[in-house]
């Protein structure tokens, strides 16, 4: 069974303190593995795809990182407003369609 | 540009009634995915529509759960009855191009099933 588990389920960081978000996947072969965040009361919002192992995104504050087992959501010096929950999915090549999501990480950046 | 509206936002209602959740997707968009999110299942993809055509309703929990996309921009999720275990958020999302492209997800329908 596709399977995404995301850790730490809550995180608490100093604005500045830069960390790392975990997103280990266990799917039959990956098409995509796919971050977005959500804020409360708020769909989730795309951030980033990543195809192949290796790759690499950026975005501001964020960067992204896969491998073959597990995916990074790196956070430089965060501010207040990254504060949100950070979920992940991945996509596998033979699960059809659908995107299997952990259950997200809760980030909160105080100053 | 608009993204993706849905309708209401919250929703109130006794078991047994039937509950229409509404969904607006993003204009030249076609590929339509209705998810239910839940404290203990976190997001479950329910349906996947592309070009108006129901692809994968694997994630349908019962016949009481129906959806439909009368055209290609509007996609109507329906519970009939509903029971008090439905209670969740229930969000849509539209992409280009099918689930390895990105969704792009509405606020979602708040449904509390008293």
New interface residues.
Partial sequence: EDQVTQSPEALRLQEGESSSLNCSYTVSGL??L?W?RQDP??????LF?LYSAGEEKEKERLKATLTKKESFLHITAPKPEDSATY?C?A?PTGG????T????TQLKVEL | DAG?IQSPRHEVTEMGQEVTLRCKLISGHNSLFWYRQTMMR????LI?FNNNVP??D??MPEDRFSAKMPNASFSTLKIQPSEPRDSAVY?C?SSLG???Q???????TRLSIL
């Fill in positions: 098409r995509g796919f977005y009361g708020k769909g989730p919002e795309f795809t979920l999915a996509l059809g369609n659908k995107l999501f952990g259950t997200g | 993706v976190g997001l479950e993809l996947y692809i994968d694997s994630g969000f999302a099918g689930s390895n990105p969704q792009h997800f509405g606020d979602g």
